[in-house]
């Protein structure tokens, strides 16, 4: 049975999410501008594991200087992959062309209390081509790497765990500007949150997905019963009269606690929104994944 929050329906389902493994590296920099700036590269082309070689992003707060190793203001990001292999490659790849290559950064472990490590510096600081120096910084193996502005500076080992993606919500509005208000207000919200990213372009996502196809052979494919324009020409139809926008908000967490909380303080943001109709989710019945974020449960943390 739905329930309301101010006057929005929020629909009695849940949210199926899935496990994997993520990274979370600690990017520094001479300021906030060139730590964004590397953040949001070395997150480039990650929305969604159906496509993309990964999955990742940058959290919301800025990590202040008095919290970093070097002393620098910094960005958490996270990379996900489905196996550990796939994890590191995805990891290697992206500090290596990305922050290494990106004026004044430094790059750390952002889960120095994991017992899982890979080798990322220790791999990385091949690039000093026998020039590189081990040394220690704050308690923190490190490696001196020599580059044309100077050094760079990076952990010699990145944490990994067991975390989970996919948590989503569905936002049904009267029309396109009311649904994309309530998805931003709902973005900004998760973004408080620390150890929670939102890997979609602005946090948000148009073209949500169904598993699989009814017509081509696919492994996903356009989540038909949302889509507003099909409303009158589809039998499982699942838009509700007056609703005309449907945005999908997707965010992964380093565990099921922080989706939760994330999907509270979205619907909290969206419910807020005049014209928004109703909340939901999207779930495939178990067959994506064993997590399950109910929308009910969660408004009891609002």
Not at 32 to 39: D, F, H, N, S, T
Not at 58 to 64: A, D, Q, S
Request: proline share 5%; with cysteine; net charge positive.
């Amino acid at each position: 049975m739905s329930i309301t929050l101010n006057n929005v329906e929020i629909e009695d389902t849940f949210a199926e999410a899935f496990p994997m493994i993520v990274g979370r590296i600690l990017v520094t920099a001479k300021d906030q501008k060139w730590a964004e700036i590397a953040g949001r590269t070395a997150t480039g082309f990650a929305s969604s594991i159906i496509m993309s070689p990964a999955e990742a992003g940058v959290e919301g707060p800025i990590v202040p200087s008095s919290e970093t190793p070097d002393g620098r203001p910094g960005v958490m990001i996270q990379i996900y992959h489905r196996t550990k292999p796939e994890l590191k490659m995805q990891i290697l790849g992206r500090i290596g062309q990305c922050i290494l290559t990106c004026p004044t950064t430094g790059a750390f472990d952002g889960m120095p209390s994991c017992n899982r490590k890979m080798r990322v510096g220790d791999a990385i600081r091949m690039f000093g081509d026998g020039f590189e120096i081990k040394d220690t910084m704050n308690g923190r193996k490190v490696w001196r790497i020599p580059v044309m502005e100077g050094e760079f500076v990076i952990e010699s080992r990145i944490g990994i765990k067991n975390a989970v993606a996919g948590g989503n919500l569905l936002i049904m509005a009267k029309d396109q500007d009311t649904a994309l208000e309530a998805s931003e207000k709902a973005v900004e919200a998760i973004k408080q949150l620390k150890a929670v990213i939102l890997s979609f372009p602005g946090g948000i996502c148009r073209s949500g997905s169904k598993t699989g196809s009814m017509k081509y052979k696919l492994g996903a494919s356009t989540n038909h019963p949302f889509c507003p324009k099909l409303r009158s020409v589809i039998p499982d139809s699942k838009i509700p009269e007056g609703v005309n926008s449907v945005y999908e908000i997707v965010f992964n967490a380093l565990d099921k606690d922080l989706l939760m909380q994330g999907t509270a303080k979205a619907i909290k943001a969206i419910s807020s929104v005049h014209g928004v109709v109703k909340i939901s989710a999207v779930n495939f019945g178990g067959k994506l994944g064993p997590v399950q974020i109910s929308l009910k449960e969660a408004v009891k943390l609002i």
